[in-house]
Structures are given as structure tokens and as C-alpha cells.
């Protein structure tokens, strides 16, 4: 990202990160500086590795893409504004997809899995991301920029729209639920992504849309119907904090822990509902 739009996001987190506290929407089970600082840390780890691996991998394929016109947009022409609105419809669309393949799949569950077995959900849970996770992303951005010919300026604008809202689905700020509900019919909002962080399988395989909450509608994997003070978060079996010291988290994909399977794959899909 350019300097302005780290600034932004750096203004962001820190106003989320106070407003939650002033007003949450959930109680702690573990509050105080430890876990912070432990999300921090591995979040200072992503970034780095985010930082190092566009250079090598995704900026490489990027300008193949351009230079040899490939990818599913350069297949017909069209107008460039449609073709911005088309890109970024579907790298949201295949990260939906991703997202998706990283519960079911055992491999990448275990890498992702680092992210879930925050005992809380808050601003500081968006940056916790195993390394190991942002690495295979990565490979996954650059298939994205290649089979889809998304241009680079629309990769960096919904890149920076991305980590914007990344941060705020996983903020515990409690919102009006009027508002909050109107909102969501748009964008992924804290209450429908803290319901994805839930223990209980059926409600950790919904809600997978990470920007547009549309593609959750499409797939019919939206619930909106599961109150908050229900919801406990985290992963079964990895429920006390020394569960998920630093350490452990770090080693956790590389450790052969029978309780850390993916959640089911079908989990039963409930219908629309009002935001509770």
C-alpha cells in the first residue's frame, strides 16, 4: 500500500480499537495487554511476510499478466470502468472462495486455524494471521491477478479496501443493530463475522465473505440469526490461554494435534434472518 493508505489504516485501527473498548459488543474471556500484544507480534510477522512475498511473487505475475494480456477480463474489451468494477467484483468473489477452501481443506486449516483460536474477537484479531497462512495467500493473489487479468490498480484498490474492512468485521464494536443490519446488506459487519468465529461447527461454516457480504447471500452460507451474548469464540479444545500462548500459536500448524481438524464441511444452512 502506498504511505496515505497506511496512514489511514493505522488511523483506523487505533479509532476501532478505542471505540470497541468504549463500547463492546461482547465480554472478554480474556482481557488485558497479554493478548494484544501477542496478536501484535503475529502481526508484525504477516505483514512481513505480506511485505516480502509481493515483491517476488505477486509483482512478477502482475506484469506478466499485462505484458502477455492474460487473464479472464482481457479475453473481450470492454469499458474500462466496467472492467475496474468487474476485477474487483471477482478477486472479492475467489477470496470468498479461498476463505472457504481454508475450513475445509486439513492443510490450510491448520495455518488458519492460528487465526481462530483468538479467545476474543477484536481489531487486533484482523492482524493475526499465521505467516505461514499470508505466504500460501500470497501464491493464491498471484493466481488470482493471472487467471482473472485484474489490472493493478484495481488489485491495490481493493486490496486497501480489504484490510479496511478486515479490521472493522473483526472489531467487537457494538454497532445499533438497526444500522448495523441496513450495513450489512453491503459490507461484512462485526456481528455477522463474530458469529464465523463461533466454537460451534454450524456457525463457523457461514459467513465467509470478507468485504461484499453478497457472496454469502449467493452461496447461501449468510446467518444473521445467532445473539452475540451466545457466541462463544475460538476453536473446541483450544479454549484456556495457555492454549494459545505466543508460542503455541506460532508452532500450532506444525504440531500433530488430534483436536485441531477442520470444521465439517456441511454443516446445516438455516435461512435468512433478522440480525440478532
Known sequence: MKRWAWVVFGATLAALFVAERRRPLRRQAEPGAARVGRNLTIGVLAGATTA???FPIVG???ALAERRRFGLLRLMPMPRAVRVVAGFLLLDYTLYLWHRANHHAP?????????HVDLDLDTTTGLRFHFGELAMAAAFRAAQVLLLGVDRDTLRLWQQMLV????????????PAAFEQRLNGVLVTPRMHGIHHSTRTEETDSNYSSLLSCWDRLHRSLRLDVRQDTVTIGVEGFLRPE???LERSLLLPFRADPRLLPPAAAARRRPFGRML
Open 52 to 54: 516480502l512475498s509481493e
Open 60 to 62: 512478477p505475475v502482475q
Open 107 to 115: 492443510l490450510l486449516w491448520r495455518f488458519h486455524a492460528v487465526h
Open 164 to 175: 479496511i474492512s478486515v479490521v472493522f468485521h473483526h472489531s467487537n464494536l457494538d454497532l
Open 243 to 245: 492454549d494459545v500462548t
